[in-house]
Structures are given as C-alpha cells and as structure tokens.
C-alpha cells in the first residue's frame, strides 16, 4: 500500500539549531516526493520537490531509496521556519494524486 | 494575481443540508482536486478531476459529489451533510496531471462544521 509516514507530530528545537524532519513513504513505483509547508494562516504551499535538487530557504531534502526516506533538513533554524510541514508523495498512473503524511508541527524558539 | 479560491471560507451548518462549496482557478489548469484535513491523518483526497467533465474517487469520496463542467471550476458538494463530515477542506490545482512532479496550489481552505 502507498503509504507516507512523518513520525512526528512536533518538533521544538531552539533557534539556530539543526532540524531534522524525518519522511518516510511506501510506494512500490519509482517516487515523486515534495515537502509542503503551512505557515499560521497562510495556505499550504511547495517548498520543495526531490526531482529539482534545490535548496529553498535553506532547506535541502535527499531520497534515500535503500531506506524509503526523504527527510528534511536545515542547519540552522530560524524563528520564521515555524510552520507545519507536510511530506508528500506523487501517485503517478493516478493523475499526479498526492499521498499525505500526517504533518510535523516545527517550533522554533527564540 | 494567479492562485485558487474557495468559497465559503467557514460555514457552520445542520445535518441533511445541502451545500456546496465552490473552488475556482486562474491559472488555466487542467488537474483539480478536493482534499480534507483532519487532525492526526494529514490531507486525504476526496475527489480530483484531470480535465473538464473528466473525475475520479479519491481516497474518502463518501457523501460527497463533484462536477467539472468548467476548467476553471470545480465544486464540492455535500447532498446530505453528517456530523463526520466536519472538517477543513482544501482544493488545489496543478498544471497538468501528466507529469506527476507538478506542482499543486491550494485555496486557503474552508472550514466546515455539521450539527
């Protein structure tokens, strides 16, 4: 079964500290991951995708595919991180539905 | 401004009553897709739509319908609206469901409560 796992439901770290937001998916095809963020009041967006390689605000996330990860990473956490952040996985004979994990809660603390 | 709306943004409403709540894009999209929010369970689908007249079940179509009579377009409708029901719901848009790293924009969201 398809399946994405965020095994965190909060995640409070100080600021400056590194954060580690882990994801891990079920998914017998070749996966399409992204990370989206909600930030208080704002509607959920991309922040980034695995197939763009790319570092948004300073977040990079790596596909492991030995161990069916894609967790996300910053060194150094700022205040305006906190959000709630949700990994995703793309079902691709289903028209590019999306799989949700069930979020992590990152606070950032001065 | 490019983006997706819902209409209502919160509605409270009884059991048994009919509603619709309507989503609209701008940005010429053929994919469209409802998702609700539930606390502990993430985002589930609802339903999605890759063309005009084209629509399939998501994960948790029960008690809801849809219809994509336009691109532009795609309403959610609740004929007999249950307690279970109660959610935040959000519909998102994307260019193309060809391509499954497309990008999906989301309307702000719209919160519903049944009595």
């Known amino acids: 079964a398809q399946r994405v796992t965020q095994p965190e439901k909060l995640l409070s770290v100080f600021k400056g500290a590194p954060v580690e937001l882990k994801c891990n998916y079920s998914?017998?095809?070749?996966?399409?991951l992204f990370w989206y963020v909600q930030y208080s009041r704002q509607r959920l967006q991309l922040l980034l995708r695995h197939i763009s390689r790319e570092s948004i605000k300073g977040f990079t996330a790596d596909l492991n595919k030995g161990e069916t990860s894609f967790h996300l990473k910053k060194p150094f956490a700022q205040e305006e991180d906190s959000a709630m952040y949700y990994c995703a996985l793309s079902i691709y004979n289903q028209g590019g539905k999306l799989i949700f994990g069930q979020g992590t809660e990152l606070s950032v603390k001065p | 401004e490019a983006q997706v709306t819902q209409n209502p943004r919160y509605l409270i409403t009884v059991t048994g009553k009919k509603l619709t709540v309507t989503c609209s894009q701008n940005?010429?999209?053929?994919?469209m897709s409802w998702y609700r929010q539930d606390p502990g369970l993430g985002l589930r689908q609802i339903y999605y739509?890759?063309?005009?007249?084209?629509?399939d079940k998501g994960d948790v179509p029960e008690g809801y319908k849809v219809s994509r009579k336009e691109k532009r377009n795609f309403p959610l409708i609740l004929e007999s609206p249950s307690p279970n029901q109660t959610s935040l719901y959000f519909c998102?848009?994307?260019?193309?469901?060809?391509?499954?790293?497309?990008?999906?924009?989301f309307g702000p969201g719209t919160r519903l409560t049944v009595l």
């Open positions: 998102a848009s994307s260019l193309s469901s060809e391509f499954s790293y497309n990008e999906q924009f």
């Open positions: 940005m010429n999209h053929e994919y």
């Open positions: 739509s890759m063309n005009v007249e084209v629509t």
């Open positions: 998914y017998s095809g070749s996966p399409e």
